[in-house]
T-cell receptor, first 114, second 120 residues
Framework: AQSVTQLGSHVSVSEGALVLLRCNYSSSVPPYLFWYVQYPNQGLQLLLKYTSAATLVKGINGFEAEFKKSETSFHLTKPSAHMSDAAEYFCALSFLTSYGKLTFGQGTILTVHP | GAVVSQHPSRVICKSGTSVKIECRSLDFQATTMFWYRQFPKQSLMLMATSNEGSKATYEQGVEKDKFLINHASLTLSTLTVTSAHPEDSSFYIC????????????????FGPGTRLTVL
């Protein structure tokens, strides 16, 4: 069965510092991978997705993620954190044959300090 | 981008009553909608997959008679929590996926803003 593991339930960075949110996956077939952001009491917004094209994926708000098959990872990065990046981030995967059904990681709360 | 709405955004009800939550895709046709629940400080757990015109597929452990799902049109799915109890209090989120037959299909799920259900 497939799974998604996000390392670190809380990550804290200073404004302007590098943001690194870790995501590892387990699956027997090539996955599609996603990062979503959730602000308090809101639904999820898609940041970026990997669907077997370029391994380095650029998303909105300056975020990007790199698919590394050998490491089964899809870590999310942003060179310089903004206060507005404070939110909860979810990594998720699906498959071509899963008809869109997503499996989510546990989530990582990002705190940005001034 | 595609927009998905949910109504209501918050609902408080008494134990034993039923609550209906609507999920609408506003600018695209959603052949598939998904219903998730999210407990405080936890991830989203898929409850069921709803395909237009057919019965919903429930995940293991989700009571289909308690969580009634109807997907009667390409833009509307409803989740009814029947005989709600305090343990059903949660944040319910829907998402919608466009039709593979539509031009520009990207197989992306678009999420609604969620419905906070509190059962007293």
């Amino acid at each position: 069965a497939q799974s998604v593991t996000q390392l670190g339930s809380h990550v804290s960075v200073s404004e302007g510092a590098l943001v690194l949110l870790r995501c590892n996956y387990s699956s027997s077939v090539p996955p599609y991978l996603f990062w979503y952001v959730q602000y308090p009491n809101q639904g999820l917004q898609l940041l970026l997705k990997y669907t077997s094209a370029a391994t380095l994926v650029k998303g909105i708000n300056g975020f990007e993620a790199e698919f590394k098959k050998s490491e089964t990872s899809f870590h999310l990065t942003k060179p310089s954190a903004h206060m507005s990046d404070a939110a909860e981030y979810f990594c998720a995967l699906s498959f071509l044959t899963s008809y869109g059904k997503l499996t989510f990681g546990q989530g990582t709360i990002l705190t940005v300090h001034p | 981008g595609a927009v998905v709405s949910q109504h209501p955004s918050r609902v408080i009800c008494k134990s034993g009553t039923s609550v209906k939550i609507e999920c609408r895709s506003l600018d695209f046709q959603a052949t598939t909608m998904f219903w998730y629940r999210q407990f405080p400080k936890q991830s989203l757990m898929l409850m069921a997959t709803s395909n237009e015109g057919s019965k919903a597929t429930y995940e293991q452990g989700v009571e289909k008679d308690k969580f009634l799902i109807n997907h009667a049109s390409l833009t509307l799915s409803t989740l009814t929590v029947t005989s709600a109890h305090p343990e059903d209090s949660s944040f319910y989120i829907c998402s919608a996926r466009g039709s593979p037959r539509e031009r520009g299909f990207t197989d992306t799920q678009y999420f609604g803003p969620g419905t906070r259900l509190t059962v007293l």
